[in-house]
């Protein structure tokens, strides 16, 4: 099975029973392993990191560099059709219900 070690920054720090590796006298608390699921992409980071704590000592850490890779200096948007719609509910009341639906959809 293929593997990745977590890249938490604080990951070999945390003082859990699977982290500590070695023999007596040389004990180590060692990064975990992240076992790579078959059907997450390698973007997915759960692929990357052991848990929300280490993926979030990475963004404390990392966040501004990665942020600076590609800046973010106007918002993004997409074309949407707003359809509301009168409905009646399962208690006899009547009710808005609202559909977004993406432009690009809509032509294909």
Known sequence: MKYNWCHGTECHTKETQDRIR?????????????????????????????????????WNKYGSQIR???PRLTPLETPVDVIKEEREGWNGLKYTDTKIIPI?????
């Open 22 to 58: 070695g023999s007596k006298g040389s004990k180590v608390l060692r990064t975990r392993k992240v076992k790579r699921s078959y059907w997450d992409s390698d973007t997915s980071s759960w692929n990357w990191f052991c848990s929300h704590q280490c993926q979030q000592d990475f």
């Open 68 to 70: 600076a890779i590609a």
């Open 104 to 108: 690009q959809q809509q032509q294909q």
